[in-house]
C-alpha cells in the first residue's frame, strides 16, 4: 500500500501494531507491515507511537491485526471474507467486536463469507464478478438457493439474457 512512497511522513505511520510472544520476549509486527517496510528501505530508525497489543498468542495477536485492518477499510471485500470464513465470524459477532458496520469492507466482506463454497471459489478466482457475488451472499443465507439462483443466472446467460446486478437483487 506504499510501495510507491519516496519519502518518509511519520504522521503517515501512526499505528503500528507490535506484540511481544511472551515465550521469547521477540517483537513482531501484527499491523503495520508495509510501513514498517517502507521505514526500513527508507532508513528511518524508530516507528511514531508503535502499540503493543496483549494477547497470550501469535493466533489471537494475529485475529486483532486482521480485525485492525477490516476495521480500518484496509485491503479488500475478499481479504475481509476470508478472514471471516476462517475464523467462522457471524454478523453478531462483527457487531460485538465493535467492527463498524457502516463500512462497506466489513458488510460486503460478511456477504461474501456468507456464500457457498462453489460460489465464493467463483468470486475468488474472477468467475463471478464481486458486486454480484455480495449481492447474492446479502440476500440468500440458503447455500442451495444460491447454488439454484447461479445455475438459473448461468442458463438465463446461454439463452443471451444478462440479468443486470439489480434485478438480481
Known amino acids: 500500500s506504499v510501495s510507491n512512497a519516496t519519502r518518509w511522513e511519520p504522521a503517515f505511520a501512526q499505528g503500528v501494531q507490535l506484540w511481544r510472544d511472551p515465550a521469547d520476549t521477540r517483537v513482531w509486527v501484527i499491523n503495520g507491515h508495509n510501513r514498517v517496510a517502507l521505514a526500513k528501505k527508507l532508513g528511518v530508525a524508530d516507528m511514531p507511537n508503535p502499540f503493543f497489543i496483549e494477547e497470550p498468542t501469535a493466533e489471537k495477536a494475529m485475529v486483532t491485526g486482521a480485525l485492525t ?10 481479504d475481509a471474507a476470508r478472514f471471516f470464513r ?7 459477532e462483527a457487531i460485538a467486536v465493535g467492527l463498524p458496520m457502516r463500512q462497506k469492507i466489513v458488510t460486503d466482506g460478511l456477504a461474501l ?6 460460489l465464493f471459489n467463483a468470486a475468488v478466482r474472477g468467475d463471478l464478478p464481486i458486486e454480484r457475488a455480495t449481492i447474492i451472499g446479502q440476500r440468500i443465507t440458503n447455500h442451495d438457493l444460491q447454488g439454484k439462483l447461479a445455475q438459473m443466472l448461468e442458463r438465463e446467460a446461454k439463452k443471451g439474457r444478462r440479468l ?6
Open 86 to 92: 476462517n475464523t467462522k465470524t457471524t454478523m453478531d
Open 164 to 169: 443486470t446486478n439489480d434485478v438480481i437483487a
Open 69 to 78: 485492518n477490516i476495521a480500518d477499510g484496509h485491503g479488500t471485500s475478499l
Open 113 to 118: 463469507a456468507n456464500l457457498n463454497e462453489g
